[in-house]
């Protein structure tokens, strides 16, 4: 199969990362700096061109329709498919939850334990 202008092996057109610029952690630092990569899956180009940076102590969520990239992206970087800080690992989870009619600021203020707590208290 043909993708992004060379030939792809089968295995590479089911899920493929292609790293164009560079990817590496700024030196004593344990932040993610992956800059110009692309990720396809199943021959379709779903993130193109992209930027990565994410700082140590701070969190992150992965928002976007159904199909755009998030859950490769994510087995990707667990996969060690994309440069990582030294010493760094990432544990991908698959879940399946089913769906509702909670909307997402209530799902995220749910999970803060601490809040639900306080907010039961008065």
């Known amino acids: 199969a043909e993708y ?4 792809a092996a089968a295995a590479e ?5 292609v790293l164009k610029g ?3 952690a700024v030196a004593r630092t344990q932040d993610i700096n992956i800059e110009e990569f692309s990720l396809a899956y199943g ?3 779903l993130i193109e061109n992209a930027t990565l940076r994410m700082t140590t102590g701070r969190r992150y969520g ?3 329709r159904n199909g755009a990239g998030k859950t490769s992206l ?3 970087l667990a996969n060690g498919d994309m440069p990582l800080p030294e010493g760094m690992t990432v544990l991908y989870v698959a ?4 769906g509702s009619d909670t909307t997402v600021l209530d799902a995220v203020l749910a999970a803060d334990t601490e809040r639900e707590a306080a907010m039961a208290r008065y």
Do not use: P
Request: glycine share 16%; aromatic share 0%; net charge positive.
């Open 95 to 98: 879940q399946e939850i089913e």
């Open 13 to 17: 057109v089911a899920s493929h990362v």
């Open 4 to 7: 992004m202008g060379r030939r």
């Open 22 to 24: 560079r990817g590496a």
């Open 74 to 76: 994510l087995r990707h």
């Open 62 to 64: 992965l928002i976007g």
């Open 43 to 45: 021959g379709k180009t």
